[in-house]
């Protein structure tokens, strides 16, 4: 098992800075071109999430001697899952913004499993595997809201 050094804990802590940042502004996205108040309500609350897990992770970084405003090298120039929101809050259709929504939580689930399984700094590891829970717990909240029969596809 190969442990990070304290520079590769900061590289992948940016990366889910900018996993968070993406959310967030993905969820702010969907909420204000949602025209479902509960869809709304859940969109502005993982918002909110986001932005504070962005936060705790930036604090952590300056912590380990990082800049948090340093970019990752996985970081990509595109929105890692939430590239098509705005088509999907365009149609007025929740089923496809919850969709969209659910893909850009894959990506999200997918950058804190992967830093879950390379951190091995104490802090590091605890904060992510706390806020890899939650982004579990959301990703599965929208996918059931997605398949409820309020929102399934018609």
């Known amino acids: 098992m190969k442990t990070t050094d ?7 802590l940016n990366t889910l800075i900018e996993t968070c940042k993406d959310g967030c502004e993905g969820f702010k996205t969907a909420a204000a071109d949602s025209k479902d108040s509960e869809l709304q309500a ?17 604090a952590l970084v300056g912590t380990l001697g990082g800049d948090p405003d340093k970019h990752g ?14 088509a999907a809050v365009s149609s007025n259709e929740p089923h496809a913004v919850l969709a969209e929504a659910e893909r850009g939580e894959d990506a999200a689930v997918s950058a804190y499993r992967n830093a879950s399984e390379q951190i091995y700094d104490p802090a590091a590891r605890d904060l992510v595997s706390r806020q890899f829970n939650a982004v579990k717990a959301a990703h599965d909240q929208i996918r059931d809201l997605r398949d409820s029969p309020r929102y399934a596809k018609k």
């Open 42 to 58: 859940v969109f502005h609350r993982y918002s909110a999430q986001r932005s504070d897990f962005a936060r705790e992770l930036r």
């Open 73 to 86: 090298s996985v970081t990509g120039a595109l929105h890692r899952g939430w590239i098509n929101i705005k």
């Open 6 to 12: 304290t520079s590769e804990t900061i590289d992948l």
